[in-house]
C-alpha cells in the first residue's frame, strides 16, 4: 500500500510538471505569434537559381545577394538580383537594386534602377526604368513606368512597354518620343 501511495504522489507530480510545461510552451508561442505576426522564415545569402524549360534547358538564371522569404505571405524578397532570360537567340540581362518573388504565379518583380541589357547581339539595345515585372513561364516582362530605349545614337522613351522574349518583339505601350544624335 504504501508502494502504491508513493507511485500515485509520482505520477501526479509527473504529469502536474508535464502539464505547466506544456502550458509554458503554448504560452510562449502564443506569445511569439502576437507580437510578431510577420517574420523572416528562410533566408539565403548570395545564391543562385536555375530554372529549366519544359525542353530541359535553362529558361533563366537569377542570382541576388539576399533573399528574405516571410512567414505569412507567398512571396519572398530578393536584394541586388541579377536575372538572365533565355529562349533560342533571344537573351537579356536584366539587374535590379531590390525585387520580389511571388511564388503561387512564378512572377519577379524588379524594382529601383531596373536595367535590361540585350546579350549577343552586334548593337544591343537597352532599356531603364523603375519597375519591371517578369512572367518566368511566359518570359514577358512588363513595364507601366517610363522607359527609356537605348540603342547606340538613337534613343527612344515610352510610357510602359511589354518585352515577349519568347517571340523577341517589344511593344511601346504610350507617349513614345525619340531621338537620334549621330556621332561625330
Request: hydrophobic residues 40%; aromatic residues 6%; proline residues 2%.
Amino acid at each position: 500500500m504504501k508502494r502504491l501511495v508513493s507511485l500515485s504522489i509520482i505520477i501526479i507530480a509527473a504529469l502536474i510538471f508535464w502539464g505547466s510545461q506544456t502550458w509554458e510552451k503554448k504560452k510562449a508561442i502564443t506569445h511569439l505569434q502576437s507580437s510578431d505576426p510577420h517574420y523572416v522564415d528562410v533566408f539565403i545569402q548570395d545564391f543562385t537559381l536555375t530554372a529549366m524549360s519544359d525542353d530541359g534547358k535553362p529558361a533563366y538564371i537569377l542570382k541576388a545577394k539576399r533573399l528574405e522569404h516571410y512567414n505569412d505571405s507567398n512571396y519572398a524578397v530578393i536584394n541586388e538580383p541579377v536575372i538572365q532570360l533565355k529562349q533560342g537567340d533571344h537573351r537579356w540581362l536584366i539587374s535590379a537594386n531590390s525585387g520580389e518573388i511571388d511564388d503561387e504565379n512564378q512572377i519577379i518583380i524588379l524594382r529601383n534602377s531596373v536595367v535590361l541589357q540585350q546579350q549577343d547581339k552586334a548593337q544591343p539595345i537597352r532599356l531603364e526604368t523603375e519597375q519591371l515585372e517578369i512572367d518566368t513561364r511566359q518570359q514577358i516582362a512588363k513595364s507601366m513606368h517610363t522607359v527609356s530605349i537605348i540603342q547606340q545614337e538613337f534613343t527612344l522613351q515610352s510610357k510602359g512597354m511589354i518585352l515577349d522574349n519568347a517571340s523577341g518583339q517589344l511593344e511601346l505601350l504610350n507617349s513614345v518620343t525619340g531621338r537620334y544624335v549621330q556621332a561625330q
